[in-house]
């Protein structure tokens, strides 16, 4: 039998799944809470149990895809222990970004509307570089690497720009591959730009 706990959190999901897909379509101005709640087979005074209002609502969408994709992400992680972390992220990023096209759509507004996704460091302004939940891993990888610290800010929103731009294509279909999208980051990415580590110390 289901719990209440549980069937409130599966009808969240239908909310946010239905939301994310009507903000793909029309745009975050034009979605309806009728047409969402409708096409979830609940009443239009449901989403209102959940969410205060209609920003809360759409504001919500964002931290829902975070929850599904950094879980995601872990797990790729724990699966390739002998592989390069920070590579396998990248990879393990645009297959999940090419599989859900309308997550990569709301976390990237910024890849279809010309808008930088990442401002350029300067003495005032803290880039999102330093925020980033992935960042040790990626600092690692860096240094492996032998790029120099003071780099890493310019780097890292670079790897991020190129990647965004690689799933963009994809989901777009203006670049066809057959494969396992993530050797893309291989050859479009990592390979050009001579990013190659030095393997990592087993600890004894």
């Not at 309806?32 to 920003?55: F, M, P, Q």
Request: proline share 7%; charged share 25%; hydrophobic share 35%.
């Amino acid at each position: 039998m289901e719990t209440t706990g549980k069937r409130n959190r599966n009808i969240q999901n239908l909310l946010m799944e239905a939301a994310i897909r009507h903000i793909e379509k029309h745009g975050v101005n034009k979605i309806s809470l009728r047409k969402i709640s409708a096409d979830c087979g609940v009443t239009h005074a449901t989403v209102y149990k959940y969410y205060e209002n209609k920003k809360a609502f759409i504001n919500a969408t964002i931290p829902y895809i975070l929850s599904n994709m950094h879980p995601y992400l872990r797990r790729a992680l724990k699966n390739a222990p002998d592989e390069e972390p920070f590579v396998v992220l990248c990879k393990s990023y645009v297959r999940y970004m090419v599989k859900h096209p309308q997550y990569h759509y709301l976390l990237h507004p910024g890849t279809l509307n010309a808008q930088p996704a990442w401002p350029v460091p300067s003495p005032i302004e803290r880039s999102p570089y330093f925020d980033h939940p992935y960042i040790k891993i990626a600092e690692d990888f860096f240094s492996r690497c032998k790029v120099q610290e003071q780099e890493y800010s310019y780097l890292f929103p670079l790897l991020s720009s190129m990647i965004n731009g690689l799933i963009l294509l994809l989901n777009r279909k203006s670049l066809v591959f057959h494969g396992d999208f993530g050797d893309l980051v291989d050859i479009i990415i990592f390979q050009p730009l001579k990013l190659k580590p030095r393997r990592r110390r087993k600890s004894n």
